[in-house]
T-cell receptor, first 109, second 117 residues
Framework: GQNIDQPTEMTATEGAIVQINCTYQTSGFNGLFWYQQHAGEAPTFLSYNVLDGLEEKGRFSSFLSRSKGYSYLLLKELQMKDSASYLCAVRDSNYQLIWGAGTKLIIKP | NAGVTQTPKFQVLKTGQSMTLQCAQDMNHEYMSWYRQDPGMGLRLIHYSVGAGITDQGEVPNGYNVSRSTTEDFPLRLLSAAPSQTSVYFC????????????????FGEGSRLTVL
């Protein structure tokens, strides 16, 4: 079966760095997405990786290793507004998205 | 910029009632989809469409119907509501246009919170 695993919850301190991991087993691979979802709101797109390596976008970076079925989202200089759930999703061979359950990130002052 | 618009935002139904969740997008996206989101679970695909007149089932289609008569609209119908359909529903759309610049990212509506008593 297809599976996306990510930690349920993580806690970090304002100003610090946090890495949220995502491992996947899917039928084929056509890209990996990270979305941010604040409580009570809709998911919003953060990043997309289709080739191995690091994609940097401001304070957020996303890494992909296709051979290991592994990605991480790196958040630097954490701010209180970064408190949210972070969703990992993989597009499979049928171009359908398989979603992880999300990682709830709690930022403490 | 309207993007993806969902209505209603909140709805309470009694078991057995039917209703339609409306979804409209103004980005000329070919792909539209409906997801449900439940605590502790990933987003689950209910139905999707790759263009007007074309719909297909996702992971959890039972109890739901869709239609796509226009590019812009993709309503989701609950035929006979059950407590198990209590959830948050998201409509999402994306472009299917090929190209290096297009990631195919999904644009989500604000969500519809449905409670079935």
């Amino acid at each position: 079966g297809q599976n996306i695993d990510q930690p349920t919850e993580m806690t970090a301190t304002e100003g610090a760095i946090v890495q949220i991991n995502c491992t996947y087993q899917t039928s084929g691979f056509n890209g990996l997405f990270w979305y941010q979802q604040h409580a009570g709101e809709a998911p919003t797109f953060l990043s997309y990786n289709v080739l191995d390596g690091l994609e940097e976008k401001g304070r957020f970076s996303s890494f992909l290793s296709r051979s290991k079925g592994y990605s991480y989202l790196l958040l630097k200089e954490l701010q209180m507004k970064d408190s949210a759930s972070y969703l990992c999703a993989v597009r499979d061979s049928n171009y359908q998205l398989i979603w992880g359950a999300g990682t709830k990130l709690i930022i403490k002052p | 910029n309207a993007g993806v618009t969902q209505t209603p935002k909140f709805q309470v139904l009694k078991t057995g009632q039917s209703m339609t969740l409306q979804c409209a997008q103004d980005m000329n996206h070919e792909y539209m989809s409906w997801y449900r989101q439940d605590p502790g679970m990933g987003l689950r695909l209910i139905h999707y469409s790759v263009g007007a007149g074309i719909t297909d089932q996702g992971e959890v289609p039972n109890g739901y119907n869709v239609s796509r008569s226009t590019t812009e609209d993709f309503p989701l119908r609950l035929l006979s509501a059950a407590p198990s359909q209590t959830s948050v529903y998201f409509c999402a759309s994306s472009s299917l246009e090929a190209g290096i610049e297009n990631t195919g990212e999904l644009f989500f509506g604000e969500g519809s919170r449905l409670t079935v008593l």
